[in-house]
């Protein structure tokens, strides 16, 4: 039975929406306007933006079997990693060393019982699970923070039952540049932001956009996601562009205003994280004043 079929919206966490193709769906964390800021300004930011980065496919079934087929669209890095947690517990991770090329696609070394299909390139089919019994099982399946995947089937054996997860209560909006979008992780539950989520036991939309800096207009005033906190990480970049301190300063400012008055702040808890050392954190350079 493929779980396609039906209304699949509430089977990921951490999205802003499910868009429905031909040939499967995809998956949204970015709002229309903020893909369109992407697009005109950025072609990188813009592959960065569509990457499924802290999107979680969460279900409850008692199938002993669960095949996806999906493509690889395009992606911020040529590796992909995607990780399975069954009842709590972390049982598999797959690891796609060049998605353009699905011939190269190996399972980890832990893995005894998976069952990869080699199809067409950029497409490929990964046995998620397989159990000997059926059991009602919670299922998490943690999505590539770093390629934007279209799903064509997710499907399960014939006659099990099959139901979404509630995401958890709290929301958490976690906003920054590659560090919080996970980019150089191995695998996603090994993001900080992924991590930190599981912690609060929150359901977390992760808006990180690599290479990005404090851009006022990459925040939309009408986005509808009810976040209770957010984290705000970005400063690596900034710091090397070509914009001056007080026009750094400025970008900041505007940057956090417009998110407080999105979020008051009697309904909303915000964190700036600063940026974290690196070893060019000492290179001198002379800022453009063009």
């Not at 099990?160 to 150089?184: F, N, Y």
């Amino acid at each position: 039975m493929n779980v396609l079929d039906g209304d699949v919206q509430e089977y990921f966490h951490g999205t802003l929406g499910v868009i429905r193709e031909d040939y499967g769906i995809k998956l949204r964390r970015m709002t229309d306007r903020q893909r369109s800021h992407y697009e005109k300004a950025s072609d990188a930011w813009h592959t960065r933006a569509l990457c499924n980065a802290g999107v979680i496919l969460a279900l409850r079934t008692n199938s002993v079997t669960l095949d996806v087929m999906a493509c690889a669209l395009q992606g911020a890095r040529k590796t992909m990693g995607i990780d399975v947690e069954v009842d709590g517990k972390i049982i598999r991770s797959f690891y796609i060393p060049d998605i353009s090329n699905t011939n190269t696609i190996v399972v980890s070394k832990d893995d005894d019982f998976a069952d990869v299909l080699h199809t067409n390139k950029n497409k490929f089919a990964l046995r998620i699970f397989e159990f000997s019994e059926p059991k009602e099982r919670t299922v998490r399946v943690y999505l590539p923070q770093s390629v934007e995947l279209q799903f064509v089937s997710l499907t399960i054996q014939d006659g099990a039952t099959v139901e979404p997860v509630d995401p958890p209560k709290h929301k958490l909006l976690c906003l920054g540049d590659s560090i919080t979008q996970g980019m150089d992780a191995t695998h996603p539950i090994a993001t900080y932001t992924t991590q930190f989520a599981k912690l609060m036991n929150a359901n977390m939309l992760n808006q990180g956009v690599g290479g990005h800096v404090f851009d006022p207009d990459s925040f939309d005033p009408d986005l509808p996601f009810e976040a209770e906190g957010i984290t705000i990480a970005y400063g690596t970049n900034d710091w090397n562009g070509n914009k001056t301190t007080d026009q750094t300063k400025e970008s900041v400012h505007t940057y956090l205003e417009k998110i407080r008055q999105r979020y008051p702040q009697y309904q909303t808890e915000i964190a700036v994280i600063s940026p974290i050392w690196r070893a060019i954190g000492k290179e001198k350079r002379t800022l453009s004043f063009s």
